[in-house]
């Protein structure tokens, strides 16, 4: 299979190029891959026949997304319009990263795929929203996967600040406990789109996180845990690191789609992050 990856030298795209390696793959980045060209990428398109796409290209700094707007309506938005539309004319199929920040974080209970998404308070969220709803209405054949709390080889990531954090010259790590989400290895989100490329018959919405809900703090402690590192935790709350973009307070996300398609669950995170520990971080 031919497969063209937009985004592709960021931290889920540099994991699908090693486990996707088994196909055809195009891995494309800027300037080449610019998605905020139409004519440029549906060109790049053209010329590449791939028969399939997989969307990573996105604004995914949610902070910068706060203070420049307008580039992460263009990437986010815009961009994805003209990749979905590219897709549509080339009779390609479409395989689109969206995120968790699509809901508000306000539920108490995981996100289902069937749950109202309204792009949430957020410059992010609701650039990739407005990215969701164009690619349904552009490119029929397509699959959006949700993913969050995302950590991989090379980072940047959570697991990586952590890491770098608990170098013996801080006796306390104050880490938010009042945030809750999927923490979700780059590894196991490449190997279920994998699976789903099996599948042409798929489309819609699915949820790619792994299974089991933490909190940030509960996530840091396991990192040390696994790591044997002996480094001292204190649990805090939001309000104690204010940041530009709110955070939702509820991240995780359930995955009825994968049940309902008759797919295997996203592994545990607990085993995910054990996995990704003991290999190449």
Known sequence: MR??????????GRTLRRELARHTLIPTDLPEGDITSPAGFDALVAAARPDAVIHCAAMTAVDR??????????????????????????????????????????????????????????????????GEELIRRHAPD???????????????????????????????LKVVNDQRGNPTSTLAVARKLGEILEHPELVGTFHLTCEG???????????????GIDQKVEPCTTAEFPRPAPRPANSALE???????????????????????????
């Open 3 to 12: 497969i063209l990856i937009t985004g592709a030298n960021g931290m889920l």
């Open 142 to 172: 397509h699959v959006i996967a949700r993913i969050s709390w995302l950590y991989g080889p090379g980072g940047p990531s959570f697991v990586h600040a952590m890491l770098k954090l608990a170098d013996g010259s801080r006796p306390l």
């Open 213 to 227: 809900v933490a909190s940030w703090y509960d996530f840091a402690r396991e990192i040390f845990r696994l790591r």
């Open 65 to 130: 997304c706060e203070s420049e707007p307008e580039l992460a309506w263009k990437l986010n938005a815009f961009g994805s319009a003209n990749v979905a539309a590219a897709c549509y004319r080339h009779r390609v199929r479409l395989i689109a990263i969206s995120t968790d920040y699509v809901f508000d974080g306000r539920d108490p209970e995981p996100y289902s795929e069937f749950d109202r998404a309204t792009g949430g308070a957020t410059v992010y969220g609701q650039t990739k929203f407005a």
């Open 255 to 281: 995955k009825r789609m994968l049940r309902f398609a008759g797919l295997a669950p996203m592994p545990e995170w607990h085993d995910a992050l054990r996995e990704f520990l003991e290999g190449e971080i």
